[in-house]
């Protein structure tokens, strides 16, 4: 959506390690786990180290420690290992190489496994990793003690980099040990899995950390491509915002030189155009300040560490703060990262001593002089509220020729210099200049710019493309006017060879120089677009005629200042519309084309687009870091557009293109909000929502709906009062949070993490989106036990469960003596003393979470046979902990990864916390029984269930995304409120049952012989009864088996019913008899044997009728098995209602009932 592309080389390297952890262990001696569950590798190239037998001896090797992040690998030390010893040494792995003889030795590389070990979940992992990190960093310092008071630096991916601040802080950390700490991708500001108070106290100590020789930090993020965690904590410039900023340098990869491209969370440890920058940064460093650690801490020495450190990796300082332009100014004239070599100078007549000053021996030199420009007035824009600031100006050079040699960049840089720029200054009374070079420190690379009407592909960034060769590359020279007011810069001057294709640096390539003034201050360009509509701006902004220079000198850079748009949320695309004034000459196209960068003013982080079409329209579309969520207001807000005009036609035919009526080739430019990558940017800083966000939603229905099902109360959220409610409850918070409110946390991480109203929308989308996503995840759930109901029922109905029974009363005092005497209850409790100790907390949330699932399946099955209530408080409390378990899932990682490491080191790092688990497991336990449990319904318990309900969502709303911690607490309150309202019901007396009005009898004189006669009937009554019902069952079980037999016989399937297809006349027959006729048949005789005469058959017509007797259609006649479960279902009927029956039930009571009345009448008679 953004047009953006991972662009990173990959890189190679045959690696092999040396296990150092026995000889870690025998050098440190200490008792803790850790250093058995850890090892300490270090890396080899293995080529190299099988070919040079003097591997083994560096002159002065220097350690540097690679600690992987969370999940991470110890091998992936490899990529910058492998190219720092590339770097270092010739081709043949003997000497170094040439641009490295002043680096006191190579680099050694060693790297920690720490087990693949999820740190960032847990902060006692990181606490035991930063301990190990320490006595590593002793080791390493005993192992090269030869080197004096070295330091050893440091490398951390991910929360690796939290490790080694962390390391810092704890009591066996080595004093003078760390000066320089490079941070890959890590989360600075505050941790990216909130689940964990462990985590926050982590945190809280290392920011809290304050030091003298503090280490510089270089944090490096990987910009909107790492979706594992939001680049925004990495931005060290928004999280300390101008605090101690000479400690810290921080950037993203979009902004480094010869990368351009945004890195993905792990590719950013071996995307080569990185690794190579670092790796040489390292050597580079030790070479200019060695490696001795009272030398590198000295805050002279580390300011001038960090700006080298910003030169190597390419940094721009434009839109840096106005506290990091001030350290950058005062280390701009000494150190290794000079712009400009003040004791060096060369003496001129004047600023118009045109005669070259270097290339004196060369032909076809060029020599050009500007002097430095008073600016007219003020603009007209700024309506006079000007300062000095305002009427300032700048210095703008970009060129492909060769600057000279930069081996400290590359050791590819071409050799030759094909030009040379000097800042001159007035040498007082004498009457001349004392010009001064101006150092390759001082340029800042940029891309080349092909024209695309040119050009095949000109897709950018692309990893095919040696940005740092000089073919690709574009050096620009920039010199803010406060440095060149602190020098007292009068002129400019530039030579430079014109005929420079013979060479080393052309490569085919026309040659680009442009150098001229250009306002120190961006021109404003006021609004945001919204959502629905764009925003537009004429360019320049302003009169050309109120420019501070002229706009004959003007430099090649144009920039513009947009302060109402900084934020990390929003994508914009950017559209630059073609000036038609600028083809009334109809020119060729340019020999390079214009370019634009656009730079986030709070963070740095910078999107370059080369090769700008100057006929079509542009669409640039720009996601920046800037403002953002969770993180403090920045000072300095907005965001920069430059554009760099490379070829205006001078000294050709076409000179006229551009002039004071046409000065750009582009006449507006118009912003619009890309909302469809805006999206996808509040997914990747707000998923956390919706995982937190589901349990305040539920607390919510469960305020307002105390007695409906969980279902009914989320559809109430959704329409109505209740979506009223869902939606002005978060923009209240908001508004509250705007207006100061900071409720024991700081404001700008409370709610949605942002104290303006810009996005007051954001928090009501996001309770809708967490209900629906309640509401689903229900849905699932209760499917799920329908399925697994349907199921039962079919195949396996025996196990379908009874009714609920009703809790009488609180046990008395003796059942309680009696319980604790059972061997049961001991165990049982031992048992739990156990789990309570061998297990952490966290695995007893989810034991208690697999139990009331079982218990609310079970329910749910009661609920469908016999519509029972209770299976709604059983949902209502597994909807809660199904959403609780992902916070606590974590957890359970880290703990089975510890016990994996060793049984003393699973038992050292278990959590347990009784006041967590007891409470609900105690309630699980009394959702298990199979009793229903009554809620009190007084006044003040009702009102304690809207308050303790309502705090649950109030917390969950403001500290669930950030705190995410802070929900259990709420939580577990919830719980304890839920145990009081299950027992507090049974220590309150219950309502009298309903009574029947009874006659007073005391005064009746009933005679103890029909007293005794009435209990003796009654109970020849009962035993008949339950004969009878016995008998009665023993029936219907025959019945239905004898039914079932049928079936089968019948070749019926499971669940047919028998209808009046099979249950006909046939089963209504009977036998019965008739008198057969008294005719016989004659006999006849003759003189043999006799012979018996039969009747005389009668022939039947075709038409006469059958007999319809069902007794005679044999080939009809249902089953035996049918006539024998009618024959016990018939019995079973005449057990209980046939009065002739001397055992029916009816015909004894219906006796004992008459004896009864008979016997009232009697008594009513002997009282009157």
């Given at each position: 959506m953004l047009h953006m592309r991972m662009e990173c080389r990959m890189s190679r390297m045959y690696p092999a390690y040396e296990d150092h952890s026995e000889q870690l262990r025998d050098y440190t001696r200490s008792s803790s786990p850790v250093m058995k569950k850890y090892s300490l590798r270090e890396y080899r190239e293995m080529n190299a180290y099988m070919l040079n037998p003097l591997y083994d001896r560096p002159l002065s090797p220097i350690p540097i420690l690679f600690i992987p992040g969370n999940a991470g690998s110890f091998a992936q030390v490899r990529s910058m290992a492998s190219s720092a010893f590339y770097q270092y040494w010739n081709r043949w792995f003997e000497v170094p190489s040439d641009d490295m003889q002043d680096v006191p030795g190579p680099t050694a590389w060693f790297s920690i496994d720490f087990n693949e070990d999820f740190s960032a979940f847990h902060g006692k992992?990181?606490?035991?990793?930063?301990?190990?990190?320490?006595?590593?960093?002793?080791?390493?310092?005993?192992?090269?003690?030869?080197?004096?008071?070295?330091?050893?630096?440091?490398?951390?991916?991910?929360?690796?980099?939290?490790?080694?601040?962390?390391?810092?802080?704890?009591?066996?950390?080595?004093?003078?040990?760390?000066?320089?700490?490079?941070?890959?991708?890590?989360?600075?500001?505050?941790?990216?899995?909130?689940?964990?108070r462990s985590m926050e106290q982590v945190y809280a100590r290392i920011n809290a950390y304050k030091n003298d020789?503090?280490?510089?930090?270089?944090?490096?993020?990987?910009?909107?491509?790492?979706?594992?965690?939001?680049?925004?904590?990495?931005?060290?410039?928004?999280?300390?915002?101008?605090?101690?900023?000479?400690?810290?340098?921080?950037?993203?990869?979009?902004?480094?030189?010869?990368?351009?491209?945004?890195?993905?969370?792990?590719?950013i440890v071996w995307c080569d155009q990185l690794r190579a920058r670092i790796a040489r940064s390292f050597?580079?460093?030790?070479?200019?300040?060695?490696?001795?650690?009272?030398?590198?801490?000295?805050?002279?020495?580390?300011?001038?560490?960090?700006?080298?450190?910003?030169?190597?990796?390419?940094?721009?300082?434009?839109?840096?703060?106005?506290?990091?332009?001030?350290?950058?100014?005062?280390?701009?004239?000494?150190?290794?990262?000079?712009?400009?070599?003040?004791?060096?100078?060369?003496?001129?007549?004047?600023?118009?001593?045109?005669?070259?000053?270097?290339?004196?021996?060369?032909?076809?030199?060029?020599?050009?002089?500007?002097?430095?420009?008073?600016?007219?007035?003020?603009?007209?824009?700024?309506n006079?509220?000007?300062?000095?600031?305002?009427?300032?100006?700048?210095?703008?050079?970009?060129?492909?020729?060769?600057?000279?040699?930069?081996?400290d960049l590359s050791p590819n840089s071409p050799r030759g210099a094909e030009i040379v720029v000097f800042l001159c200054t007035h040498a007082?009374?004498?009457?001349?200049?004392?010009?001064?070079?101006?150092?390759?420190?001082?340029?800042?690379?940029?891309?080349?710019?092909?024209?695309?009407?040119?050009?095949?592909?000109?897709?950018?960034?692309?990893?095919?493309?040696?940005?740092?060769?000089?073919?690709?590359?574009?050096?620009?020279?920039?010199?803010?006017?406060?440095?060149?007011?602190?020098?007292?810069?009068?002129?400019?001057?530039?030579?430079?060879?014109?005929?420079?294709?013979?060479?080393?640096?052309?490569?085919?390539?026309?040659?680009?120089?442009?150098?001229?003034?250009?306002?120190?201050?961006?021109?404003?360009?006021?609004?945001?677009?919204?959502?629905?509509?764009?925003?537009?701006?004429?360019?320049?902004?302003?009169?050309?005629?109120?420019?501070?220079?002229?706009?004959?000198?003007h430099g090649p850079l144009w920039e513009w200042n947009l302060p109402d748009m900084d934020s990390s949320l929003l994508a914009y695309t950017f559209t630059l519309f073609p000036a038609p004034c600028a083809h009334r000459l109809d020119p060729p196209p340019p020999r390079i084309a214009p370019m634009v960068r656009f730079l986030s003013a709070s963070t740095g982080d910078?999107?370059?687009?080369?090769?700008?079409?100057?006929?079509?329209?542009?669409?640039?579309?720009?996601?920046?870091?800037?403002?953002?969520?969770?993180?403090?207001?920045?000072?300095?807000?907005?965001?920069?557009?430059?554009?760099?005009?490379?070829?205006?036609?001078?000294?050709?035919?076409?000179?006229?293109?551009?002039?004071?009526?046409?000065?750009?080739?582009?006449?507006?430019?118009?912003?619009?909000?890309?909302?469809?990558?805006?999206?996808?940017?509040?997914?990747?800083r707000y998923r956390m929502a919706l995982l937190t966000w589901p349990l305040g939603i539920l607390a919510l229905a469960r305020a307002l709906q105390p007695t409906a099902p969980p279902l009914d109360a989320m559809l109430f959220l959704m329409r109505g009062r209740g979506l009223l409610m869902l939606i002005l409850g978060p923009l209240a918070l908001h508004v509250c949070v705007f207006f100061g409110a900071s409720l024991g946390a700081p404001r700008h991480t409370l709610g949605i993490g942002i104290t303006s109203m810009s996005f007051w929308w954001l928090g009501p989308t996001l309770s809708v989106l967490a209900t629906s996503l309640a509401l689903l995840v229900y849905l699932v759930t209760e499917a799920a036990m329908h399925v697994l109901y349907v199921a039962v029922r079919r195949f396996v109905p025996r196990f379908l469960p009874s009714n609920s029974t009703h809790v009488p009363s609180w046990p008395t005092r003796g059942a309680w003596i009696t319980w604790l005497q059972q061997r049961s209850t001991w165990g049982t409790g031992l048992a739990l003393l156990g789990l309570f100790v061998m297990l952490p907390y966290q695995v007893l949330i989810l034991l208690c979470v697999m139990l009331h699932i079982g218990t609310t399946c079970r329910s749910y099955m009661v609920y469908r046979e016999s519509g029972a209530l209770q299976f709604n408080e059983h949902a209502w409390l597994m909807q809660f902990l199904l959403w609780l378990v992902p916070l606590q899932a974590p957890m359970l990682v880290v703990w089975v990864r510890n016990v994996h490491a060793g049984i003393v080191m699973?038992?050292?790092?278990?959590?347990?916390?009784?006041?967590?688990?007891?409470?609900?497991?105690?309630?699980?336990?009394?959702?298990?029984?199979?009793?229903?449990?009554?809620?009190?319904?007084?006044?003040?318990?009702?009102?304690?269930?809207?308050?303790?309900?309502?705090?649950?969502?109030?917390?969950?709303?403001?500290?669930?995304?950030?705190?995410?911690?802070?929900?259990?607490?709420a939580f577990l309150v919830t719980v304890v409120f839920e145990l009081?309202?299950?027992?507090?019901?049974?220590?309150?007396?219950?309502?009298?049952?309903?009574?029947?009005?009874?006659?007073?009898?005391?005064?009746?004189?009933?005679?103890?012989?029909?007293?005794?006669?009435?209990?003796?009937?009654?109970?020849?009554?009962?035993?008949?009864?339950?004969?009878?019902?016995?008998?009665?069952?023993?029936?219907?079980?025959?019945?239905?088996?004898?039914?079932?037999?049928?079936?089968?016989?019948?070749?019926?399937?499971?669940?047919?019913?028998?209808?009046?297809?099979?249950?006909?006349?046939?089963?209504?027959?009977?036998?019965?008899?008739?008198?057969?006729?008294?005719?016989?048949?004659?006999?006849s005789s003759s003189s043999g044997l006799r012979r018996r005469h039969g009747r005389e058959s009668i022939p039947v017509s075709s038409g006469a009728s059958h007999d319809s007797d069902p007794v005679a259609q044999f080939s009809g006649l249902p089953p035996p098995a049918l006539r024998a479960a009618q024959r016990s279902f018939q019995r079973a009927i005449t057990l209980l209602v046939d009065t002739n029956t001397a055992q029916a039930a009816i015909h004894t009571v219906y006796h004992l009932k008459k004896k009864l009345e008979a016997l009232e009448d009697d008594i009513l008679q002997r009282r009157s």
């Open positions: 992992t990181l606490e035991d990793q930063a301990y190990y990190v320490n006595e590593v960093v002793r080791y390493l310092r005993a192992m090269y003690s030869k080197n004096g008071n070295m330091s050893v630096g440091i490398v951390g991916h991910s929360m690796g980099g939290i490790v080694a601040r962390l390391a810092l802080t704890l009591p066996n950390t080595e004093p003078s040990s760390i000066d320089t700490i490079v941070t890959l991708s890590t989360p600075h500001a505050f941790p990216p899995v909130p689940f964990e020789t503090m280490p510089l930090i270089v944090s490096i993020a990987g910009g909107i491509l790492d979706t594992q965690l939001s680049s925004d904590a990495s931005s060290l410039s928004l999280f300390e915002d101008g605090k101690a900023p000479e400690r810290s340098l921080s950037t993203f990869t979009t902004a480094l030189a010869s990368l351009w491209s945004s890195v993905d969370h792990l590719a050597l580079r460093d030790y070479a200019y300040f060695g490696s001795d650690f009272a030398h590198r801490t000295r805050h002279s020495i580390r300011d001038q560490r960090r700006e080298f450190w910003r030169f190597m990796l390419g940094l721009s300082d434009d839109a840096a703060s106005l506290t990091t332009q001030r350290l950058a100014l005062d280390t701009s004239s000494n150190g290794p990262a000079a712009k400009v070599e003040m004791t060096t100078r060369f003496l001129a007549s004047d600023s118009r001593y045109l005669k070259p000053l270097v290339f004196m021996d060369t032909a076809d030199i060029q020599v050009d002089v500007l002097d430095f420009v008073i600016p007219p007035g003020p603009r007209q824009m700024y006079g509220n000007t300062t000095d600031a305002d009427e300032a100006l700048a210095f703008e050079l970009i060129t492909n020729l060769s600057l000279g040699q930069m081996r007082g009374v004498v009457p001349l200049e004392r010009c001064h070079p101006a150092l390759m420190n001082g340029a800042q690379p940029l891309p080349f710019s092909p024209v695309p009407e040119t050009t095949i592909n000109t897709a950018f960034p692309n990893a095919k493309i040696q940005y740092d060769a000089p073919s690709a590359t574009l050096m620009r020279m920039h010199f803010p006017a406060a440095f060149l007011q602190q020098h007292e810069i009068s002129a400019v001057r530039v030579e430079y060879i014109k005929q420079a294709n013979s060479l080393p640096s052309r490569e085919g390539v026309p040659t680009i120089l442009t150098y001229g003034w250009t306002e120190d201050k961006p021109l404003n360009l006021h609004g945001a677009p919204g959502w629905l509509r764009s925003r537009t701006w004429a360019l320049p902004g302003i009169n050309v005629t109120s420019l501070l220079s002229s706009y004959v000198e910078a999107r370059v687009f080369p090769s700008l079409h100057t006929h079509t329209r542009n669409d640039l579309r720009v996601a920046l870091h800037g403002t953002a969520p969770f993180m403090r207001e920045p000072t300095h807000r907005g965001t920069r557009m430059q554009l760099w005009l490379l070829d205006d036609y001078r000294n050709t035919s076409y000179n006229g293109t551009f002039d004071m009526n046409c000065p750009l080739p582009y006449t507006h430019v118009r912003a619009s909000v890309h909302w469809r990558a805006s999206m996808a940017l509040f997914v990747l699973g038992l050292a790092r278990i959590e347990s916390n009784v006041l967590i688990v007891a409470p609900l497991l105690w309630l699980i336990y009394l959702e298990w029984l199979s009793s229903v449990w009554h809620r009190p319904s007084t006044f003040y318990f009702t009102q304690a269930h809207y308050a303790v309900y309502g705090s649950m969502t109030l917390c969950t709303l403001i500290y669930g995304i950030r705190y995410s911690y802070a929900i259990l607490d009081v309202n299950r027992i507090v019901p049974l220590y309150q007396a219950r309502p009298p049952p309903e009574t029947i009005s009874m006659r007073d009898v005391s005064m009746l004189a009933v005679p103890p012989s029909i007293t005794d006669t009435l209990w003796e009937e009654y109970l020849a009554t009962l035993e008949a009864y339950l004969h009878v019902h016995a008998q009665v069952e023993e029936a219907l079980k025959d019945g239905f088996f004898q039914l079932t037999r049928a079936k089968m016989t019948m070749s019926g399937t499971f669940g047919q019913r028998t209808g009046r297809d099979v249950y006909n006349e046939h089963m209504s027959a009977q036998v019965r008899f008739a008198q057969a006729g008294t005719e016989t048949a004659p006999a």
